[in-house]
């Protein structure tokens, strides 16, 4: 539970990220800038809301001996779960599923909310034009650019993965459970891809980068070399 609020926190950070780089390209007077009391309450609800389910579960769960009376009338014959450490079994019922619909409708509208947000920073960008200078709008446009080389990482290593888990969550019979094991793997690797095509694009991540390895060791002052002093007697 605590590694889906992580994710989930992370996917708001990608959100935000993006929230930031749209409000800095909207001009003052368009209606799609937000107000300061706005954002605060996006803040806010971001930061409240993804600890809220997995507290309503562990309240609303079951109770250990009626996950043992499952875990034996479960046809499956899946008593080997007790010896991989913790472990919870419930019911599949429509109630138990109708979190995962909400969570692929949420990630689905999600992206296409994302989608939509750069589609509309470009639309702007080039509606605006007359009101910036040429080389602020050739900036913007060439950050455009790299913001679009980033949301291809959480697309491909955040959002596809874990939309086809709560698929197979949802469908019983679509994937295995070592198939969505695997796919799980891929989550990680969100922050290894973005680092990398920061690196890639990003000239000043990358001159920080290599200046930390080229920056020249400093001395410990027990091995600097004594000074020589002449001394008369």
Avoid at 112 to 123: K, P, R, S, W
Avoid at 142 to 160: G, T
């Amino acid at each position: 539970a605590i590694t889906v609020v992580i994710y989930i926190y992370t996917g708001f950070v990608i959100i935000l990220c993006l929230i930031y780089r749209h409000q800095t390209v909207v001009l003052a007077g368009n209606p799609f800038k937000f107000r300061k009391r706005t954002i605060h309450l996006v803040h806010l609800f971001m930061l409240i809301s993804p600890p809220i389910p997995g507290i309503l579960s562990a309240l609303v769960g079951n109770d250990r001996e009626t996950i043992e009376l499952i875990l034996k009338e479960d046809p499956r014959k899946l008593s080997w779960i007790k010896e991989r450490g913790s472990y919870y079994m419930q019911t599949r019922t429509p109630l138990v599923q109708s979190p995962f619909i909400v969570i692929i409708c949420i990630l689905t509208f999600g992206s296409l909310l994302l989608i939509a947000v750069f589609i509309h920073m470009i639309y702007v960008l080039q509606k605006d034009r007359s009101k910036r200078s040429q080389q602020s709008v050739v900036a913007i446009r060439r950050s455009l650019l790299n913001l679009s080389a980033q949301l291809l990482i959480p697309m491909s290593l955040f959002v596809v993965p874990a939309t086809t888990i709560f698929f197979g969550l949802l469908f019983e019979e679509l994937c295995s459970f070592e198939t969505l094991l695997t796919i799980f793997l891929v989550l990680p690797t969100h922050s290894i891809g973005h680092n990398l095509i920061l690196l890639t694009i990003t000239s000043t991540y990358r001159n920080s980068i290599v200046s930390c390895f080229l920056k020249p060791r400093l001395k410990w002052p027990f091995t600097s070399r004594p000074s020589q002093v002449s001394t008369r007697f």
